[in-house]
């Protein structure tokens, strides 16, 4: 009878004690999973939120898995070669393992999966460093708390109390009666721009939420 694969020793890559035994835990993590669950997917994820991902952990708690770690652990996990795959192909996914990806193991029909995640996506504030998706200009006058994105009917002029963050930050502001002012539109950002942490700051305080958070099957 042929040696189980299964049964085979896996050498870990060489790191430190602690290191070392997280690479075992998570190499166990993943062996477990593939034994569990019926499908396996490499994913990626766009605009990494850990509060977004925490909630798809909860919301597929009952029948699916998602791991996070080191993708040569992973690999390794999984088998490399057709000789050391844990199960047949899996040398197949591992190949997949690079970058920042992690892998989501479910026992929901595999279509579904791709459905559900290919609509999936979450918006959030810019962090620095991202590029911006959409220009924002605040106009000239008196500055609301929305800087323009909705009608001022339906807005509130901005807190006088924030004049001095505003300015600092690079608009060139000042308080008139109470309120604050631009005598000229400003430009917050272009779309294209690498946002910097002045632009991210106001893009928050203006309620510009551009970041999408997204998880997207690869293989």
């Known amino acids: 009878m042929p040696k189980s694969k299964r049964a085979k020793v896996v050498t870990l890559s060489k790191v430190d004690k602690k290191g070392k035994e997280k690479s075992i835990k998570l190499f166990a993590n993943v062996r477990e999973s593939i034994d569990k669950y019926q499908y396996c997917f490499v994913f990626g994820v766009e605009n990494m939120r850990n509060t977004y991902l925490k909630e798809l952990r909860s919301e597929f708690s009952s029948d699916s898995r998602f791991i996070f770690g080191k993708t040569k652990v992973m690999a390794k996990a999984l088998g490399t070669t057709p000789d050391d795959e844990y199960q047949q192909n899996l040398a197949q996914l591992s190949k997949r393992l690079e970058g920042d990806v992690g892998l989501f193991f479910t026992n929901q029909p595999a279509q579904a999966a791709i459905e559900y995640f290919s609509t999936y996506s979450k918006t959030d504030y810019a962090r ?15 500055v609301y708390s929305r800087g323009g994105e909705i009608p001022e009917d339906q807005d509130v002029p901005l807190a006088h109390s924030l004049e001095q963050e505003v300015r600092s930050l690079g608009m060139p502001t000042s308080l008139v009666k109470g309120r604050v002012v631009l005598d000229q539109p400003y430009v917050v950002c272009k779309r294209g721009d690498a946002l910097n942490s002045h632009q991210t700051r106001l893009l928050k305080l203006f309620g510009v939420a551009t970041a999408e958070f997204r998880v997207y099957l690869m293989a």
Do not use: N
């Not at 991202?130 to 106009?139: E, G, I, K, N, S």
């Open 128 to 142: 620095a460093g991202t590029a911006a998706t959409r220009d924002f200009c605040a106009p000239a006058g008196t």
